[in-house]
T-cell receptor, first 110, second 113 residues
Framework: KNEVEQSPQNLTAQEGEFITINCSYS?????LHWLQQHPGGGIVSLFM???GKKKHGRLIATINIQEKHSSLHITASHPRDSAVYIC????????????FGQGTRLTINP | KAGVTQTPRYLIKTRGQQVTLSCSPI?????VSWYQQTPGQGLQFLFE???????NKGNFPGRFSGRQFSNSRSEMNVSTLELGDSALYLC????????????FGSGTRLTVV
């Protein structure tokens, strides 16, 4: 079983819809990261969370440390939000490294 | 401020050759970590350098190595290339690793033929 699990793996929605992507993890973490990857490969860091909730524009990220669960929400989705969204965790023990979920491919149709 | 710069962007190599990839971090960032991304395995951690020392290493064979220079620039080297090494190689810089947030480069896409 992967240490970081994302759902859904693929998501297609219409422009304007409210989007939720979920991430569950099974290890102790120091922080959780949400990343965005567009075709072509470059990765953009959206959020780093260790507790609570963060908001940036139309994006909202929440984390529940007790339940080991995080969600990424996109309000008023737009075709330019189409990308792969990746959840990654920094481990609380030892290694200064990220462990990644498998990613969620989001497609927003106009 | 300048982002994380990876060079080259694209590379085609033949099996058995070796390759060196470069990563220049954001000024002031002392941690550089490297990741391999393949369609089958997703993103996997290769290694992390901090102040010229390898601080962490992932589960990759010894053909994968790296180093970091005094200006925090980092290189990774893959020797005796195999077809399965074809991947997008990403580096990320940070002030000090997983607790401080990362900035990723655009990656180097390596194709081994």
């Amino acid at each position: 079983k992967n240490e970081v699990e994302q759902s859904p793996q693929n998501l297609t929605a219409q422009e304007g819809e409210f989007i939720t992507i979920n991430c569950s993890y099974s290890v102790g973490i120091s922080a959780l990261h949400w990343l965005q990857q567009h075709p072509g490969g470059g990765i953009v860091s959206l959020f780093m969370l260790s507790s609570g909730k963060k908001k940036h524009g139309r994006l909202i990220a929440t984390i529940n440390i007790q339940e080991k669960h995080s969600s990424l929400h996109i309000t008023a989705s737009h075709p330019r939000d189409s990308a792969v969204y990746i959840c990654a965790v920094g481990l609380i023990q030892g290694a200064q490294k990220l462990v990644f979920g498998q990613g969620t491919r989001l497609t927003i149709n106009p | 401020k300048a982002g994380v710069t990876q060079t080259p962007r694209y590379l085609i190599k033949t099996r058995g050759q070796q390759v060196t990839l470069s990563c220049s971090p954001i000024s002031g960032h002392r941690s550089v970590s490297w990741y391999q991304q393949t369609p089958g395995q997703g993103l996997q951690f290769l290694f992390e350098y901090f102040s010229e020392t390898q601080r962490n290493k992932g589960n990759f064979p010894g053909r994968f190595s790296g180093r970091q220079f005094s200006n925090s620039r980092s290189e990774m080297n893959v020797s005796t290339l195999e077809l399965g090494d074809s991947a997008l190689y990403l580096c990320a810089s940070s002030r000090d690793g997983a607790n401080y947030g990362y900035t990723f480069g655009s990656g180097t896409r390596l194709t081994v033929v």
